[in-house]
């Protein structure tokens, strides 16, 4: 069973950064591609960043391109989310999650809530 566990996430003034990390337990990630997810209130989960099972290839949302930046550290097992510039609009609960055996993301962490203020 991989388990996700996400950290990192907080309350920030709007121009601010906040680095997520995502550590991942039980298997090495080094199989599998991983993405971030966030979802904002009263709307549905949307895709943020992918990266893939080297970090050699990285997907981004149009919103988010230039602001954030996908990382992984296999030997650590963590993935990371770098977010600069934070808008309002960022705020949301994100989550990243795990392509295990699958064409599809299938694992997810239990999020880490973003709040930027304006």
């Known amino acids: 069973q991989v388990q996700l566990n996400e950290s990192g996430g907080g309350l920030v003034q709007t121009g601010g950064s906040l680095r997520l990390s995502c550590a991942v337990s039980?298997?090495?990630?080094?199989?599998?591609?991983m993405g971030w997810f966030r979802q904002a209130p009263g709307k549905e989960r949307d895709f943020v960043a992918a990266?893939?099972?080297?970090?050699?290839?990285?997907d981004y949302e149009d919103s988010v391109k230039g602001r954030f930046t996908v990382s992984r550290d296999n030997a650590k097992n963590i993935i990371y989310l770098q977010m600069n510039s934070l808008k309002a609009e960022d705020t949301a609960v994100y989550y990243c999650?795990?392509?295990?055996?699958?064409?599809?993301?299938?694992?997810w962490g239990q999020g880490t809530q973003v709040t930027v203020s304006s």
């Open positions: 990266i893939s099972v080297g970090g050699g290839t990285t």
């Open positions: 999650a795990a392509k295990v055996s699958s064409d599809k993301y299938n694992y």
């Open positions: 039980e298997r090495p990630i080094s199989y599998y591609p």
